[in-house]
């Protein structure tokens, strides 16, 4: 199982090219996942006009499930890691796709630099 970013699910989606080699065989291979907070984000992104995704949430869900991408909720254990998480990331989102991380013992199909300064496993 590995957790998929924001950005991973929109190249997914979108840009599939944009996917590293170790990513491609990932997503081919291995169970995924994405955290509720990505869902949230694009939703977001979306309603202040930063990010122009022709699928509304239900819809994206939708995707995430014909896709076998399984949807991460968001656990008190989750939230009990993120009140003492390191401030290295400052995004909200991706920092709760940590302590999910974190606390599951999962790791994340990611290009963000910063993500890998944390006791994390992730893949690029």
């Known amino acids: ?41 694009i939703a977001i992104k979306q309603s202040n006009g930063k ?17 076998d991408i399984h949807i991460k909720q968001i656990m008190p254990s989750h939230l009990n890691l993120l009140r003492n998480l390191p401030k290295i990331h400052n995004d909200p989102f991706d920092r709760l796709t940590i302590c999910q991380s974190l606390a599951e013992n999962i790791p994340i199909l990611t290009h963000d630099g910063k993500i890998p300064l944390y006791p994390v496993k992730t893949v690029w």
């Open 51 to 67: 990010l122009d995704l022709p699928f509304s949430p239900e819809e994206l869900h939708a995707i995430c499930i014909d896709r």
């Open 1 to 41: 199982m590995y957790i998929i970013d924001t950005h991973i699910l929109l190249w997914l989606l979108s840009e599939p090219d944009k996917l590293s080699e170790p990513a491609r065989k990932i997503v081919q291979e291995a169970d995924l996942c994405i955290s509720m907070a990505s869902l949230w984000e």
